[in-house]
């Protein structure tokens, strides 16, 4: 059958077939990217930024949320993303013209589905590189004509609304418009109380004009209150116009429909009780192709004398040209900032150049950058150390203010050695004068609030960083190759803040840590530790300290400097927590309470732990490290991993129901190349032995005695009743431990250990781990993940789960496989459930259908015929526990969401002939719930939901990560010569997975901005999440090392063997960056070349003949150094920013190009 044409009365819908295209263009001198008809994808959240602290999260159907600071300094409405694809016709921009043609008059509302097919119309999209600019563009081909809007920041002026409108005819053409923003919020207006109080708070709503400025200023008649006691508000948010005749001003979104109407209206001067708008209604005529355009300028926070400032300021000629100029500068110092952590790059691959400076904006958006490279500001140090330990600050109080007011990093720690106070030694050492952090929260991540301190209330800078606890240290990853030298202070932040039961607090800031207290009441609210902080983060941290600085690393081994954190938690005895693995944290309200005294009285280390006589307890990196093994390896279970029994899963809280009886594999895979590194770093030392505080040096004893004892045992000689006996002996070790530190802390006696006994242990440790490994190999060639532990009396089973993606990661990561193994594991991935083929990438795990909700609840008759219980109560008619449909079928009551709830139900049944089944059937009844629900395969919400890291997603960060164990596996591959055709898999394997990560996807493949880094993409939807993800540090990472940097003992190696033709240049083009002064500079850069930034300093690749690196120093010498290696003597000044040197040239030679 012949489809029929649409139609609205006479007018035929019209349908827009063109399909969605994304390219790069030019436009007011900026590189910008444009999704051409980005309306036919589905709705998708864009955040833009600036380098202050402005945000702004946008839909690409307009729907706008924006402020400073944080949610609580909003210009519109605070809202969760799905909020902001519905909000588009009531909040942020709104235009409608009426355009004169012929004699009519012709309404054209851009952007709004009111009118949708009865244009020909076409929409784009379009995003500069460092999302500081978005616009809107809507063409419309009847009308001949072309409207845009765009959004950005200024640090002077606020939030910058440009309209423009296009006449692409050949005419003059008449155009009357209104344009402006609506749902404007006063200042004062907090999220919480806009979404739970906006009814209310529209109650208190003012909107005036200056007319004579034409200023709209939207405040609240009083702060909401149901106080006896008068609260003036004294703060308005502004917007005021440029750029155009205004002929009237609305306050109100009321006379919209008037004005699509043709119908008079009124102006606005003053609206009270309902939600502020501000537009101008306009009316000019435009030259056949020609332009024009006007600006909305809007400002929140201001006070009476921000507003006199600001009348000044518009009543100026050239007001506008004052806004433009700011806007620029704000945009230039976004790109300083991004600069300064070596984002900026040309290559021939403009998309990977542009995704790169996106990874590292969300970068340092999330872990922060450094102040003034290695620079430090003595107020800002003094103010930390006051801050930290006031009793430190006045002890070295002249020496502080002896200090020079501008000295580095490593000054300031050559100063303080002379000076003989761990306390005060230990604050320079974690001392990291970052700035530009905030935690990541967003409209698509409600349960994270975020805050961007970067300035105090009388506009000063603030050095601050705020995050959760992985967040700051893999962010600090990445940012450590562009600041090396700073390495050791975040060794020291991460060492000085882990507890004395080996782990870690929930977050982390420059003035300390917090963690998680106990809410019983709220379902979202837990306390306890995640298993996978201590590991891995800290091991790529000192990984790169290893290779960076070869010496300093050995000289903290023996160093007493690092402090402990007073976490409240305490961790139950061993036998306690056989009886409830789930439940093995007790919370200490007394020293919670006393904690959060002290900091207030003694600063932020009051929280750390203390000897008897209030002095810190400081032990050595040594002690630090073997403690976070040993705490590790009090937990492994032979043949299932490291038992996850500290009451919060690993980095996947969407697998949270793993606490208790899950093992993770993961984690010992990580624990494998921890104790691998640990031997390496000890092998490589002159020191022969160590001295370790005693109650460290028993538990070591201890664990080693055991591990030796399961590596007697010969092969498949650890069974389930075995098994048992080992994990008992490994956790009553650690439980004697935690009760001494718990109930007596440290003694302050130190014992010695020798290097050798440590290495000997490594060996022994990397032979039960390596036996395991092997034990959870799956015979479809993968790996297992997370594995479970069934406990009875005797015995210590260990059955296995799913499979999943981070396994797989893990595995490639651990060093225990070699590169065919590594090369099978990929394969059977490529061929796995995991696979997602639409977007050329994997899953975190299988996807699976859940059950119909009407064949979700169903007791089969088997079942309910085996339960005495079950019979009596639907033969009495009882419906409390079970009730029978009028089908027959039975079905538990709904309020009974889980076996807990079911055996609560069972103790207080109301009715005594159905209490002596309570004992009798308990057993069997929760047996038939299991059988109904299947509970046990429960391992967190990730099970049934299908967004975020659920059902059907893709998460990228894991991808990314994937992406980096294979570029490990690759380059070990390489050193270890391995053959030609592995090496060439493994390159195959290496590009086909970042071909899935998406930049180089269509947006309508990808779901959005593919220069974008986005958190997950749903088996529903595009990709969802923008920015502030962890994946940005992994491609951070693999992009350097694509380019060939790669670090070895203090020096620079160009390996260019992953580095692609296509990168390198098809035409002159001119290099921008900023040097380490913050100068702007230029380089020309040939045909077949390349360029980049590392420390600030521009490599410029060739493709030549031979390999040559040519170092250009600052006074004009060149050296040719006849290799692609750096030696120290040029690479150290690099990793020093110190600028001797100006620049580096590379010539590589074209036959190791591919």
């Known amino acids: 059958m012949k489809k029929k044409q649409i139609h609205i009365l006479t007018q035929r819908l019209k349908v827009n077939k063109t ?4 390219e790069f263009i030019e436009t007011n001198d900026e590189k910008f990217y444009k999704i051409s008809n980005y309306d036919k994808m589905p709705p998708f959240l864009i955040s833009i930024v600036s380098a202050t602290d402005h945000w702004i999260y946008i839909s690409s159907k307009g729907g706008i949320t924006a402020g400073r600071k944080n949610s609580d300094n909003a210009l519109f409405p605070y809202s969760n993303d799905d909020v902001l694809h519905d909000v588009n016709e009531i909040t942020g921009s709104k235009t409608i013209i009426r355009a004169a043609d012929n ?4 309404l054209w509302e851009p952007f709004s589905e009111y009118y949708s097919g009865l244009y020909s119309i076409t929409r784009n999209l379009y995003k500069n590189i460092s999302s500081t600019e978005i616009i809107f563009e809507e063409i419309n081909q009847d009308l001949k004509l072309k409207f845009q809007y765009s959004w950005t920041c200024s640090e002077k002026y606020g939030f910058v609304k440009t309209s423009k409108i296009f006449n692409e005819s050949n005419s003059k053409r008449a155009v009357e418009l209104l344009d402006g923003i609506q749902n404007i919020l006063p200042s004062g207006v907090s999220h919480k109380l806009q979404n739970e109080f906006s009814t209310l708070i529209d109650g208190y709503k003012k909107s005036e004009l200056i007319s004579k400025y034409g200023v709209g200023v939207f405040s609240l008649s009083s702060i909401p209150s149901d106080r006896a006691q008068p609260a003036e508000s004294l703060k308005a948010a502004t917007v005021w116009s440029s750029g155009i ?9 009321k006379q919209i429909s008037n004005f699509r109407q043709n119908i008079f209206i009124e102006p606005e001067n003053s609206i009270s009780g309902i939600r502020g708008s501000f537009f101008i209604i306009s009316r000019f005529r435009i030259k056949h192709n020609s332009s024009a355009s006007w600006s909305f300028i809007a400002e929140i926070n201001q006070n009476s004398g921000n507003m006199i400032a600001l009348l000044k300021i518009i009543k100026q000629k050239n007001a506008y040209v004052l806004v433009l100029n700011d806007i620029k500068d704000s945009k230039q110092l976004l790109t300083n900032t991004v600069a300064q952590s070596d984002g900026i790059q040309l290559t021939g691959n403009k998309l990977n150049t542009a995704r790169h400076f996106s990874n590292v904006l969300f970068n340092v958006m999330r872990g922060g950058i450094f102040n003034d490279s290695y620079n430090v500001e003595k107020d800002d140090f003094v103010s930390f150390v006051k801050k930290a330990n006031p009793f430190v600050f006045e002890a070295h109080k002249n020496f502080l203010k002896n200090l020079e007011d501008q000295l580095t990093i490593s000054e300031l720690k050559s100063t303080v050695s002379s000076i003989r106070d761990p306390h005060f030694t230990k604050l320079v050492f974690e001392y990291l004068p970052l700035t530009f952090s905030r935690r990541h929260g967003d409209p698509s991540r409600p349960w994270n609030l975020f805050s961007i301190d970067i300035k105090d209330s009388n506009n000063h800078k603030v050095l601050n ?13 990445a940012l450590a190759l562009s600041y090396p030298k700073f390495l050791e202070s975040m060794i020291t932040k991460f060492l000085n803040n882990s507890t004395a039961d080996g782990y870690n607090p929930y977050r982390i800031f420059r003035d300390g840590f917090d963690w998680e207290e106990q809410e019983p009441h709220n379902p979202w609210a837990n306390i306890g530790y995640w298993g996978d902080h201590q590991i891995i983060y800290l091991l790529k941290l000192l990984e790169l300290s290893k290779e960076f600085n070869p010496d300093s690393l050995e000289r903290l081994l023996e160093t007493e400097l690092f402090t402990f954190a007073n976490v409240p938690y305490r961790i139950k005895d061993y036998q306690e927590i056989l009886k409830d693995p789930r439940n093995t944290i007790e919370f200490d309200y007394k020293l919670n309470e006393q904690l959060i005294a002290d900091e207030k009285l003694y600063g932020s280390d009051a929280k750390l732990v203390k000897k008897r006589d209030y002095s810190l307890v400081q032990v050595s990196l040594m002690e630090k490290l073997l403690l976070t093994l040993l705490v590790k390896m009090s937990n492994f279970i032979p043949g299932g991993g490291i038992w996850m029994n500290t009451q919060r899963p690993e980095w ?9 009886y899950g093992i993770s594999m993961v984690t010992l895979f990580y624990i494998r190349r921890f104790v691998n590194f640990l031997k390496s770093l000890l092998s490589d ?7 370790l505080s005693s109650e460290i040096a028993h538990f070591f004893n201890t664990i080693h005695n055991v591990i030796f004892e399961i590596n007697k045992i010969s092969d498949g000689g650890v069974n389930n009743r075995v098994r048992k006996t080992i994990v008992d002996r490994l956790g009553i070790a650690g439980s004697e431990y935690r009760r001494k530190i718990y109930k007596n802390g440290f003694n302050g006696d130190k014992q010695e250990i020798s290097a050798g006994m440590i290495i000997e242990f490594c060996d022994l440790c990397l032979s039960v781990i390596d036996s395991t490994i092997d034990e959870n190999k799956r015979k479809d060639g993968l790996y297992h993940s997370y594995n479970i532990l069934h406990i009875s009396e005797n015995e210590f089973k260990v059955t296995y789960l799913y499979e999943m993606l981070e396994g797989q990661v893990a595995a490639l990561s651990s060093g225990h496989l070699s590169s065919p193994e590594s090369i099978k594991l990929l394969t059977a991935l490529k061929k796995s459930r995991l696979y997602r083929e639409d977007q050329n990438s994997y899953m975190l795990y299988p996807d699976k259908k859940l059950p119909l909700f009407i064949d979700k609840n169903k007791i089969s008759d088997d079942l309910v015929n085996k339960s005495k219980l079950f019979l009596s109560l639907l033969s009495a008619g009882n419906r409390e526990i079970i009730y029978r449909d009028i089908n027959g079928s039975v079905h538990f009551q709904s309020d009974i969401t889980n076996s807990e709830e079911l055996k609560k139900k069972m103790e207080s049944l109301s009715d005594e002939q159905f209490k002596k089944y309570f004992k009798e059937e308990l057993s069997l009844v929760l047996n038939i719930y299991e059988r109904t629900f299947c509970h046990n395969e429960f391992t967190g919400r990730a099970n049934t939901f299908y967004k975020y890291e659920g059902l059907g997603s893709i998460y990228w960060h894991m991808v990314s990560k994937l992406l980096l164990a294979v570029q490990e596996v690759y380059f070990n591959a390489v050193k270890s010569s391995a053959k030609k055709k592995e090496l060439n898999k493994l390159k195959d394997f290496y590009f086909d997975i970042k071909s899935g990560i998406g930049v180089g996807k269509q947006p309508d493949k990808y779901g959005a901005f593919p220069t974008d880094p986005y958190s997950h993409t749903p088996s529903f939807a595009g990709v969802q999440q923008p920015g502030m993800t962890g994946q940005v540090k992994e491609d951070i990472i693999t992009r350097f090392r694509e380019l060939g940097i790669q670090i070895k003992s203090g020096k620079i190696l160009i390996h260019p063997s992953l580095l692609k033709r296509e990168e390198f240049l098809k035409k002159e083009e001119l290099l921008t960056y900023s040097d380490l002064n913050l100068q702007e500079q230029n380089i020309n850069c040939r045909k077949n070349s390349l360029a980049i930034t590392y420390c600030q300093v521009p ?8 390999d040559n690196i040519v170092i250009h120093k600052k006074d004009g010498e060149e050296i040719n150094l006849g290799s692609l290696e750096i030696g120290e003597e040029f690479s150290q000044p690099i990793f020093n920013r110190n600028g001797s040197i100006a620049r580096v040239e590379v010539f590589i030679s074209s036959d190791l190009i591919s």
Request: glycine share 8%.
């Open 685 to 691: 030392i002159s020191m022969n032995k160590f001295h």
């Open 652 to 660: 996947n809280d969407a697998k949270n129901a793993l606490v208790g």
């Open 1099 to 1106: 490599f410029i690749y060739s493709l030549s003949d031979t």
């Open 19 to 22: 399909s969605v295209k994304g």
């Open 103 to 106: 004699g009519k008059l012709y």
């Open 465 to 477: 960083y705020q995050g959760n606890w992985r967040d700051i240290f893999q962010n600090w990853e």
């Open 245 to 253: 005749d205004v002929e009237k001003y609305l306050l109100s979104s």
